[in-house]
């Protein structure tokens, strides 16, 4: 079924592609409102009727019969004619930092950009530099933004591969001629971007399923097919491998196309030094000299799990598959870490509601919350340096805090923390008084502004916020965003020795536009003893969603829930924050 997110992606596609064509901005605003207004609908667009639909504020008839239109047929007719008159590299050129649907438009029209590179040319040229709004300093912005975006370019975020790999997981396994389909490669080992999308099925009917899979809606080329493997381009430019292996050897093609291929080489080491032979179709005992004879036994095929425990290991989750470290600590005889899962997680400790820059009351924020089966809420609006977001000032923030605490009474099973999202000003200081952040149950400090810092300024200045005694928790160290911008760097090990001893969190901020920390920190972190917070920071209902990407991103980190504040119980975690009261 159609999802509101999937309709609403459309719609803003729709009004990104419009605006780049240059259509007029009543129309283009349509679209962006229609967008927004379905993705805050608490129940499914594709269950309403054409009436219902024109019903809800924000969606009119031509948007409404869009609605109706893509939940019958799976596609917006629109939506495709405006995709074939947009040259489709400039999307890449959106995509870098600071550029909008109207700069590309001027930049196409005007300077005849249509990809990342004609874009670098034009700059090179002086074609830009003469274009309205084009300063020298933003012209620099504009070179450093490329190279990022270059840096970046093929791979896309876990928060748009994911939902694809669902809908074709959940799609492809329920047609009765599928008996098993998983999603594979860095996908299942959860990376913050992915490459390529890689799924594994086993079939009755294979050349039916391939067709099933090329003709889909989502597809705009098919690359290669085959009678065991189908590649194909989505509309959204990712490449997606469709590989069909025979049932009996699902667990060693899942094992060997999860990889990664660093694991995959140790593993097969591994096997090797015990007298096996591991490859795709299972794992062979092989005669003397490592060759596999015709009737070489398969020992195990069948499931992943198998395959480890014939090797002597346990089944590790795929976000370990890294080869760093995780086949000693997987041996049958150790002591296995122990490993966050999603529901370990209790608590959602960075919020926010319409009083700054988001989409849900207060009460509506509880209700999602206590809906996940969370014990715990902090709602933490933005500071006043945040006037972008609304961000609250002195008197703002103390009418909140009211409001935030009278709403206990309305929810006696949910612990609710009136905090702030507060700015670590590029000096280090606070974005409110002391005396202010004492009247706040919880404290999340986060830098927003001022990203590009001196290295040893920065350090500085996120040492400072976590020395403070009135923060409970960094909020995405970094400021870094996936494919966006690098963010501050920091001298990390400076930050987890003074987070431990100072006992402030470090948080894993989930959504998957942030990952920050960034895996490879989350296993420092905790080395150095720290304590660590995973949230979604959540802006809007939807935004619950992404917290698979902050728990993927702790596996890969290795992070125990005994060190995530979010897995304690109410108790615990409150005794946890009132050390800061
Ligand atoms: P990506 O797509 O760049 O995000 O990364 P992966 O890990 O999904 O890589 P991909 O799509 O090239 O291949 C999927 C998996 O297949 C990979 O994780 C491990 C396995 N694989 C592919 N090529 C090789 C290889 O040459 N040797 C080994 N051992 N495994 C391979
Ligand atoms: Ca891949
Ligand atoms: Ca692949
Ligand atoms: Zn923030």
Not at 142 to 157: C, D, H, L, N, T
Not at 392 to 401: E, F, G, Q, V, Y
Request: glycine letters at 8%.
């Amino acid at each position: 079924m159609a999802t509101n997110a999937q309709i609403a992606e459309n719609f803003e596609e729709i009004a990104v592609l419009s605006e780049i064509l240059g259509a007029n901005a009543f129309k283009v605003n349509a679209f962006r409102r229609a967008a927004r207004s379905i993705e805050a609908l608490t129940t499914d667009a594709a269950t309403m009727d054409l009436n219902a639909l024109k019903a809800i504020d924000g969606v009119g008839a031509s948007t409404a019969a869009k609605v109706v239109e893509f939940v019958t047929t799976g596609a917006m007719s629109e939506l495709n004619e405006l995709r074939a008159q947009v040259p489709p590299g400039l999307k890449e050129v959106l995509n870098v930092q600071g550029i909008g649907p109207k700069t590309a438009r001027t930049l196409w029209t005007e300077a005849g950009v249509v990809d990342l590179a004609t874009f670098k040319a034009a700059i090179d040229a002086g074609v830009v530099a003469k274009l309205p709004r084009m300063g020298p300093k933003t012209i620099e912005n504009m070179k450093e933004s490329i190279a990022f975006a270059e840096s970046a370019r093929g791979r896309i975020r876990i928060g748009e591969a994911a939902p694809l790999a669902d809908a074709l997981v959940t799609e492809l396994g329920a047609l009765p001629f599928v008996q098993r389909v998983s999603f594979a490669g860095s996908l299942r080992r959860g990376k913050e971007t992915i490459g390529d999308l890689d799924i594994l099925a086993s079939s009755t009917d294979v050349p039916r399923l391939m067709e099933v899979f090329r003709t889909r809606s989502e597809v705009a080329k098919v690359l290669a097919t085959g009678d065991t493997k189908t590649s194909v381009l989505t509309h959204h430019g990712v490449q997606v491998d469709l590989r069909v292996v025979p049932i009996e050897s699902f667990g060693a093609a899942l094992q060997y196309f999860t990889g990664s291929k660093e694991h995959n080489v140790r593993l097969r080491e591994r096997a090797i030094s015990q007298g096996f032979r591991l490859n795709e179709y299972g794992l062979f005992k092989t005669a003397s000299e490592g060759k596999i004879p015709e009737d070489a036994p398969n020992v195990a095929s069948r499931e992943e799990h198998d395959i480890y425990a014939a090797l002597g290991l346990a089944w590790m989750p795929p976000t370990m598959r890294e080869d760093r470290g995780e086949l000693d600590a997987f041996e049958l005889a150790a002591k296995h870490p122990g490993i966050i899962t999603i529901e370990d997680i209790k608590a959602e400790l960075h919020s926010h509601t319409t009083a700054s820059d988001g989409a849900l009351s207060i009460d509506q924020l509880i209700t999602h919350a206590q809906s996940r089966g969370f014990h715990t809420i902090a709602i933490t609006d933005h500071s006043k340096s945040q006037f972008q977001a609304n961000g609250l000032d002195d008197a703002r923030l103390l009418t909140h805090i009211a409001a935030i605490h009278a709403a206990r009474a309305r929810f006696p099973h949910m612990q609710i923390w009136a905090g702030s999202e507060v700015d670590i000003l590029s000096d280090g200081t606070l974005d409110y008084s002391d005396e202010l952040l004492a009247q706040l149950d919880w404290v999340v400090a986060s830098p927003h502004a001022a990203l590009k810092q001196d290295p040893k300024l920065a350090t500085e200045r996120i040492l400072k916020a976590i020395r403070h005694p009135l923060v409970h928790v960094i909020g995405h160290p970094t400021g870094r965003l996936v494919n966006g911008r690098p963010g501050l760097d920091l001298a990390m090990n400076e930050l987890y020795a003074a987070a431990h001893e100072h006992h402030t969190a470090l948080e894993i901020n989930g959504h998957s536009v942030r990952l920050d920390l960034r895996d490879t920190h989350v296993r420092g972190a905790m080395e150095a003893g720290c304590m660590i917070a995973i949230n979604c920071d959540v802006h809007g209902a939807d935004d619950f969603n992404e917290l698979r990407y902050g728990v993927a991103t702790a596996q890969r980190g290795w992070l125990a829930p005994s060190q995530c504040i979010n897995c304690f119980d109410a108790h615990t975690l409150d005794a946890w924050r009132r050390r800061k009261r």
